[in-house]
T-cell receptor, first 114, second 110 residues
Framework: GAVVSQHPSRVICKSGTSVKIECRSL??????MFWYRQFPKQSLMLMAT?????????EQGVEKDKFLINHASLTLSTLTVTSAHPEDSSFYIC??????????FGSGTRLTVV | GEDVEQSLFLSVREGDSSVINCTYT??????LYWYKQEPGAGLQLLTY?????DMKQDQRLTVLLNKKDKHLSLRIADTQTGDSAIYFC??????????FGGGTRVLVKP
């Protein structure tokens, strides 16, 4: 049990466009979902925490108007990178709590903005 | 906030034991997790330890916790080539947030 599905796994978009990344808990209800960003050969940096039905809490330095997070149900959270620029290129990973094992991570999304 | 430190790199021969070390600063950390990340993939939970324990063994994995020194280690017995990956320690704070160390890249040589 405790599977988190993240899509897409890889996306390339043009500068100025928006990209949506989905994170779904498949076999449990995720009370809280987390979004992380990981630069090459670096650690995971928490971007925001979202609880179902309420506004996300963003970490210091993360632009909430740039990284829109929606957590409309107990099994789905989305991260939309708006007006993407090359510096937004990164590996984005979601995780969900509420399963048997604390925190379950998605497989990540490699975003490349050209 | 929490500060978590790990050594960058560990090279080990197949069949030997690997020990990955981690230090943290927040003494109120409740659960402390170890995750494995393979190239281009998400994080896989390996094991965890609750802060009132000093050791936990799970098959080839042994976690040692020295709460006084805020030191956590992960020992992998009989290391295999499939164990080559990046390993992250991640203490959970009282606010249920994880803080990740920088990761230790483990290379297993045949």
């Amino acid at each position: 049990g405790a599977v988190v599905s993240q899509h897409p796994s890889r996306v390339i978009c043009k500068s100025g466009t928006s990209v949506k990344i989905e994170c779904r808990s498949l076999d449990f209800q995720a009370t809280t979902m987390f979004w992380y960003r990981q630069f090459p050969k670096q650690s995971l940096m928490l971007m925001a925490t979202s609880n179902e039905g309420s506004k996300a809490t963003y970490e210091q330095g993360v632009e909430k108007d740039k990284f829109l997070i929606n957590h409309a149900s107990l099994t789905l959270s989305t991260l939309t990178v708006t007006s993407a620029h090359p510096e937004d290129s990164s590996f984005y990973i979601c995780s969900a709590s509420g399963g048997d094992y604390g925190y379950t991570f998605g497989s990540g999304t490699r975003l490349t903005v050209v | 906030g929490e500060d978590v430190e790990q050594s960058l790199f560990l090279s080990v021969r197949e069949g030997d034991s690997s020990v990955i070390n981690c230090t943290y600063t927040d003494s109120s950390s409740t659960y402390l997790y170890w995750y494995k990340q393979e190239p281009g993939a998400g994080l896989q939970l390996l094991t965890y330890i609750f802060s009132n324990m000093d050791m936990k063994q799970d098959q080839r994995l042994t976690v040692l916790l020295n709460k006084k020194d805020k030191h956590l280690s992960l020992r992998i017995a009989d290391t295999q080539t499939g164990d080559s990956a990046i390993y992250f320690c991640a203490p959970e704070d009282a606010g249920n947030k994880l803080t990740f160390g920088g990761g230790t890249r483990v290379l297993v040589k045949p």
